[in-house]
């Protein structure tokens, strides 16, 4: 018995919601293979596309597998064969869906015996694994789609939001690596009242343009004057690249996880396109070596 899926790539924060706020994107993501064994071990068979640890406890998705099987007292085995396309440490929640879709495949070989919100904590031992903190916004929106919001990690309780139909979102990888833990070492851990009052501020606001649809509240509301100004510096040419993405008609601009890709997004195809080609050129410019995707939110 075995299953091959798609495990999307995520983009958490969305500027406002430092750990809280994320999307999943369509058309980005790994495949991977996953099937029943009767050894009554966890294997990764085979991982292709980026240099991972084989050993199940020390691969996020093994050890996020191995969490699943704990709470059901089960000894089954199964084989993980993982083909990245999600380069790590690129902020598009890389581990995150190797987590997420590991357990989402062994779920259903088990004829599913949890809903999909029911796996987000086994995927965040991944994230806890990958980065030192068990964040949810990146497997959550890898496990249900769409835009999720946090409203607590203890207990657990995650919002799925509704997706306004025209959102692209541009993504720009810098080939840099940035591991989460060491992004999230650099952030400050008290914030101004002032500084609080406008992120809280903005990601009311941004929730709210979700439901009604308001893409030019979505671009205001993209706004994050507490984790950004400290790892933009991480990412090369980030002041010029949100000015050049604005410009160019992307409705907001930020950080894509704990970088070092950033995010564009735009209303409509079109404006992607737009939004990629102004960005890009700057790059290439300046001769930096990049990916780009263009992606619907999943
Ligand atoms: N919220 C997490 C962080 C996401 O910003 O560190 C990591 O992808």
Redesign the pocket.
């Known amino acids: 018995e075995e299953i091959k899926i798609f495990a999307p790539a995520t983009v ?2 969305l500027s406002c919601g ?2 809280v706020l994320g999307c999943c994107l369509e058309s980005i993501g790994d495949e991977m293979l996953l099937r029943k064994n009767t050894t009554g071990e966890i294997r990764i068979t085979k991982i292709s596309g980026q240099e991972l640890p084989m050993e199940a406890d020390k691969n996020v998705a093994g050890v996020a597998v191995r969490a699943l099987l704990k709470e059901l007292n089960s000894q089954q085995g199964f084989d993980i064969e993982i083909y990245k396309k999600i380069k790590a440490g690129s ?1 598009i ?1 890389s581990s995150a869906a190797s987590s997420a879709g590991a357990v989402f495949a062994v779920n259903k070989l088990l004829n599913e015996p949890f809903s999909p919100e029911e796996l987000i904590p086994f995927a965040m031992e991944g994230e806890r694994l990958a ?1 030192g903190n068990a ?1 949810a ?2 497997v959550a929106p890898a496990l249900l789609g769409g835009f999720n919001l946090i409203r607590s990690y203890e207990p657990l309780e995650v919002i799925h939001l509704p997706t306004p139909q025209d959102l692209r979102m541009v993504i720009l990888h810098p080939l840099i690596e940035v591991k ?1 833990m060491d ?2 070492s650099i952030i400050r851990q008290s914030i101004s009242l002032q500084k609080a009052v406008k992120q809280w501020g903005n990601l009311g606001a941004f929730v709210s343009a979700l439901y009604s649809n308001d893409y030019d509240l979505l671009g205001r509301s993209l706004k994050d004057e507490i ?1 950004e100004p400290v790892r933009s510096i991480l990412i090369p040419f980030f002041d010029e690249l949100k000015i050049i993405a604005r410009e160019s008609g992307a409705l907001g601009f930020g950080i894509s ?2 970088g070092p890709s950033v995010f564009a997004m735009c209303k409509g195809e079109a404006s992607a396109k737009q939004t990629g080609a102004a960005i890009q050129k700057y790059y290439q410019e300046k001769e930096i070596d990049f990916d780009l995707h263009l992606s619907k939110i999943g």
Do not use: I, K, M, P
């Open positions: 958490a924060n430092f750990d902020g929640g980065s964040h916004d990146n989460t992004s999230r984790v996880g704990s």
